[in-house]
């Protein structure tokens, strides 16, 4: 067997003349917190919809505990244990935290027409499987928009695990939290790995990223610019790779060049100003004579 769950081998992915991704090769391990960079228009979601059975690689392979595979639903991707959990959480506001906790795999007595919705058991399973993410659930009961953003990530990564997810794919979890909900999601996230589970985190946020990665993979514009080990670089050369050091130099070049150019028309506005001034004092005194 493998020592990657999943494997990405010179992975690309066309749409009509727009080529999306071009050549990735990515490796992903149980245990790990893998993170995916990249600045807006990378790639990323592309990669994730691919590694979620969304879209079918053009060319290349993708392997699955070694083997080769051809997702064609993302309920496939499920069902091997992938699980994604997207910006929007596929969560409904007016519906209790139990509900959204067994939304599509409903714990169900009974038998035949007489099949019914088991609410205590499942109150007790949700609160059960919150807790183990360190998040305490006042009332199962409750509609789920009465939770903070941050709970309702954990709420959503929570019922992944409980599900027997495999690989964990987090689409920017911490995109629009703030500092204290962002750190939960993050703790979070440890927890998942320390379960032996493989996390891959989607983020354009190396603050957020660094502390809980162990290993890196930079995108730009669809392409691949290495996999690296937390070991081996810093969180400064991350995010000049990401932002593309030879963009930021030409930028401080530019910008240095346009505060040169502004010193120069200030210093001979001024100058003017000095002569005008000067000619000024000059009649006033022929006047005064």
Not at 55 to 73: A, I, N, Q, R, V
Not at 218 to 232: C, E, I, M, P, V
């Amino acid at each position: 067997m493998s020592e990657f769950i999943i494997e990405l081998k010179n992975v690309s992915r066309y749409f009509g003349s727009v080529i999306a991704l071009q050549d990735i090769n990515m490796q992903v391990k149980l245990g790990e917190v893998h993170c995916l960079l990249g600045d807006n228009g990378a790639g990323k979601s592309t990669l994730i919809k691919t590694l979620a059975g969304v879209h079918k690689p053009s060319e290349g392979e993708f392997l699955y505990e070694g083997k080769p595979m051809t997702l064609t639903s993302p309920r496939q991707a499920l069902d091997l244990g992938i699980a994604t959990v997207y910006q929007d959480l596929a969560l409904v506001s007016l519906m209790s935290v139990t509900r959204n906790f067994f939304m599509g795999r409903e714990l169900t007595k009974g038998w035949g027409p007489f099949k019914y919705f088991d609410t205590q058991t499942a109150n007790k399973i949700a609160v059960a499987g919150l807790a183990e993410m360190g998040i305490e659930v006042r009332d199962p009961e409750q509609a789920i928009g009465t939770m903070s953003g941050g709970e309702r990530q954990c709420l959503a990564i929570a019922r992944a695990i409980h599900f027997g997810a495999k690989v964990l794919i987090l689409d920017e979890p911490t995109a629009a939290l703030g500092v204290k909900q962002s750190a939960n999601v993050l703790k979070v996230v440890a927890k998942a790995k320390a379960r032996g589970l493989a996390v891959i985190l989607i983020t354009h946020n190396v603050h957020h990223a660094y502390p809980v990665a162990d290993r890196f993979t930079l995108l730009n514009r669809g392409q691949s610019l290495g996999t690296f080990l937390k070991a081996d670089v810093t969180r400064e050369e991350v995010l000049e790779m990401m932002a593309g050091g030879q963009e930021l130099a030409d930028l401080e070049s530019e910008l240095a060049e346009f505060q040169r150019a502004d010193s120069a028309d200030n210093d001979g506005g001024n100058h003017a100003l000095d002569a005008g001034q000067a000619a000024t004092n000059s009649m006033q005194k022929a006047a005064n004579g």
